[in-house]
């Protein structure tokens, strides 16, 4: 059974850091293709950034220089590292292959950013 579990989110001011964290299990996660996905309120989730199984990453425009996506294969977790926040990065974070599956969907950690 997969279980993806996100965590590391909270309330942060403008110009800011958090690091994200996301723990997959029942995914050979090794070589899966991995992203970080945000939804916020009133808005269709979006890609942030992904991640391929060497290791390769790629990111929105929005968030290109400010975020970095990293993965951990020996402990099955990927990270997304966020400096520079923005309040318009507030959102719920989710991580999910790429493409996203239906059933890898896990409850997301919540960023705030605002002073």
């Known amino acids: 059974q997969v279980q993806v579990v996100e965590s590391g989110g909270g309330l942060v001011q403008p110009g800011g850091s958090l690091k994200l964290s996301c723990a997959a299990s029942?995914?050979?996660?090794?070589?899966?293709?991995m992203a970080w996905y945000r939804q916020a309120p009133g808005k269709q989730r979006e890609l942030v950034a992904t991640i391929t199984s060497g290791s390769r990453t790629s990111y929105a425009d929005s968030v290109n220089g400010r975020f970095t996506i990293s993965r951990d294969n020996a402990k099955n977790t990927v990270y997304l590292t966020m400096n520079s926040l923005k309040p318009e990065d507030t959102a719920v974070y989710f991580c999910?292959?790429?493409?996203?599956?239906?059933?890898?969907w896990g409850q997301g950690t919540q960023v705030t950013v605002s002073s």
């Open positions: 999910n292959t790429v493409p996203p599956r239906d059933g890898y």
């Open positions: 029942g995914i050979i996660f090794s070589i899966a293709p």
